[in-house]
């Protein structure tokens, strides 16, 4: 497997101080290793939030299918992210949308981004999954005023292209509304809820299996030849034969597996600390008292919510190079972001840090459909950070193709992205974004 970020970037180091990791360890997401001949229906790879929802709605329907996990279900994006069930997962402008793929492209994609947070709105509450869930949908924080004469100026669009209605806090009354930092005022917009990443994984899993998939762990899955009946894929101690194949990798896809992939994904590093439980005293002082989920509306943004026993989970971009120093670096620059935007917890600990890969694509819109040069292969990836949700739905969107059937996809997942220029050097392009908005501030 060819990677684009060195060795690191896919090791244990990156999630050793993952918090909620502590809930759910790894340990208790392993799965048996794939051995032997396999003769199969569907195969998945990756065992993330694509992956599982692919093969649930397989094996709800009856279909014998198999996911085989590099590490375990849930070691990639999935069992160490943000914790937003949020609108997104598509980077384009809607001009942009609407002249590539015609008049009423935004439309549709705003109507995935909504069907895919009910889509796991409905998964928690039919699977019976306790995942702490949280929020009132999503809170976006003007980092400056102009940001919020815009946030001001865009009510009405947002009320619009969601159908709901939001609500504007201006700064006067943040510390009122519980949202109280380094912000300039607010806008809520009422979709989505904030949850427990390996929590709703590790649901998602169990229900998998209780439909009848069989998950594999630390099963690699190093090479994909074409045969007459399907795919013929090797793992270090298994031979599968499958006819249908589902490529579920996202931000831990290889540039070789399958070599279609090579050079469509471009995996960005998000980095994470997390306080230890906060007093309420504590939350009164710095006025953040609302188990809110928001970020601060900057081209490069800090993501972050109180969990329900009050601990502050706060992300950013991380960087381009992955290794142990640069790591250190990146969790002191998080750090320093959080006493910046919340100078009253400059006292608190934050012992829990990790991070992981999101992924980009050219086209800044994910793909979800066949694999065109590949017959019978499907994949999803690309969700820019927002794939809590839109991983989801995408996934289960998948199987439903996979089958045979229709699905609702928007036109603008389903045309394939194209290469990134520059092959394996293309983590430059992330390099130029991070400096342009540090250059601007913007
Ligand atoms: C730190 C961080 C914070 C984030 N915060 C949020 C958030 O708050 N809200 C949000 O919506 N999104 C967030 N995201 C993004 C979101 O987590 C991802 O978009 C989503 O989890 C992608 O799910 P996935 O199943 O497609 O991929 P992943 O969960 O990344 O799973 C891919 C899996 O594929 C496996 N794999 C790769 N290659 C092979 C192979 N050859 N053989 C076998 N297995 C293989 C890997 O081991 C991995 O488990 C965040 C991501 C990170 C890293």
Redesign the pocket.
């Known amino acids: ?1 060819k990677r684009p970020f060195a060795d690191y970037a896919y090791s244990a180091e990156p999630i050793r101080r993952c918090h909620w990791a502590d809930a759910v360890p790894g340990a208790d997401l392993a799965a048996p290793t794939a051995q032997g001949d396999m003769d199969i229906d569907y195969a998945v ?7 599982l929802n692919a093969a649930l709605r397989l094996a709800e329907a009856g279909e014998q299918v198999v996911v ?4 375990h279900p ?5 069992g ?7 609108l ?1 997962g598509t980077r384009a402008e809607d001009e942009t949308l609407e002249r590539r793929h015609g008049e009423g492209a935004v439309d549709e994609v705003r109507r995935a981004e909504v069907a895919s947070v009910d889509h796991v709105a409905g998964l928690l509450d039919r699977l019976g999954i306790d995942a702490d869930r949280h929020s009132e949908g999503e809170t976006i924080l003007a980092h400056s005023e102009a940001k919020m004469r815009q946030l001001r100026a865009e009510q009405a669009d947002y009320d619009a292209a969601y159908g709901v209605k939001t609500t504007l806090v201006e700064k006067a009354d943040l510390r009122a509304a519980g949202l109280n930092g380094r912000f300039h005022g607010a806008l809520t917009v009422p979709v989505g809820f904030a949850l427990h990443p390996r929590k709703y994984l590790a649901g998602l899993a169990k229900a998998a299996e209780a439909a009848g998939a069989r998950l594999r762990g630390r ?4 090479r994909i030849e074409r045969k007459s009946y399907g795919y013929q894929l090797s793992s270090p101690a298994a031979k599968i034969r499958t006819r249908k194949l589902i490529i ?7 540039e070789d ?1 399958p070599e279609w992939m090579r050079s469509r994904f471009l995996p960005a590093q ?3 600390i997390a306080t230890r439980p906060m007093t309420q005293a504590e939350l009164d002082a710095q006025g953040w008292t609302a188990h809110q989920m928001a970020y601060e509306d900057r081209r490069l943004l800090h ?1 972050f919510h109180l969990t329900p026993d009050n601990r502050m989970v706060f ?1 950013q971009r991380g960087g381009v190079i992955a290794s142990a120093g640069n790591e250190a670096r990146i969790e002191r620059k998080v750090r320093r972001d959080f006493e910046r935007l919340f100078p009253e917890w400059k006292h608190v600990e934050t012992p829990d840090y990790w ?5 980009l694509t050219a086209t800044l819109t994910p793909f979800c459909g066949a694999i065109p040069e590949m017959p019978g292969a499907y994949a999803a ?1 690309g ?1 820019h ?5 839109m ?1 989801s739905y995408c996934g289960a969107m998948l199987a439903d193709l996979a089958r045979g059937g229709t699905a609702e996809i928007p036109r603008a997942f389903a045309r394939p992205p194209g290469r990134f220029p520059l092959g394996p050097m293309r983590r430059g392009w992330l390099a130029a974004e991070y400096a342009f908005a540090r250059l601007t501030n913007a």
């Open positions: 497997m790879i990756g065992g993330g939030y694509t992956g085989f996990d590099a590490e849930g070691w990639g994006a999935s160490r992210n943000g914790g937003f069930c949020c997104g099963s690699p899955i190093t579920a990798t996202n931000g831990y896809s290889s597996v998000s980095s994470v993501y992300g991070s992981g890969m999101v992924c990836f969700y950070g927002n794939g809590v949700a991983g």
